[in-house]
């Protein structure tokens, strides 16, 4: 008598095709159930931005029943649909709302299933109040309170330096350009100095620094960014060779 397999591979198929299938259409429903939440969380966040547009001169503009019919109006599949207001977190402007909403569906076989989902909606109205304190500015974000501060340059640095660094704190000269001063310095790379005609104007560094530059040279006007010792290392800085970045 001869086996065959052929057997076996019908009764797997009629095991297993069926569970297969309903595993494809649950995740159908669920996919489905998850559009729904995000279609309402996408009209609590609409209207939220209309309110904070319209804000301005008014305390607080209540939008939980807006957003409640448009959740209920958009998503007619929805058990139930609503909207909390929460307060304002003690920011003049702040509203917070919470969002909930159900569905049931409808699985294969004649299971059903309710899936509910909350969340947090926060937002600021324009109100157009001034702050109380005046901006930081260029200075005060240059100031670091850290254990280790160091300084490095942005924008063409390499190496980190300490805050008495004459790179950071450098004396600058200027001198009208001539053949003395192409003699004994090069011009910079940076601002191609080497552009600007007999008799301008260039600045020179005491020091170390052997170029001419422009005026308006990175090198010059010397922007540098504070920031933690270990933070320059990791993105790539090394110690200065003059002061050890210390």
Partial sequence: MKKSTKGFYTIEAVIFLPLVILAILSLGYFIKAAGVWEN???GAVDESVRAASRAY???HIPIGGIIEERMLSENPRL???RAYYMGNDGDEGTAI???EAGIRLVLPLGFEREFSFETEIKYRGFIGKRPERKPMGAEG???YEGENPVWVFPQSGERYHGEGCTYVKASVTMK???G?????YRSCGLCHSEEISTGGIVFCFSGEDTAYHRGTCRSIKRHTSVMDKSEAEKKGYTPCRKCGGA
Avoid at 180 to 184: D, T
């Fill in 40 to 42: 309402c969380i996408h």
């Fill in 180 to 184: 003395a001063v192409r003699g004994k």
């Fill in 97 to 99: 709302y919470k969002v």
């Fill in 176 to 178: 009208i350009l001539n």
């Fill in 57 to 59: 001169g008014k305390s």
């Fill in 79 to 81: 058990e139930y649909g």
């Fill in 141 to 143: 974000l240059e100031q």
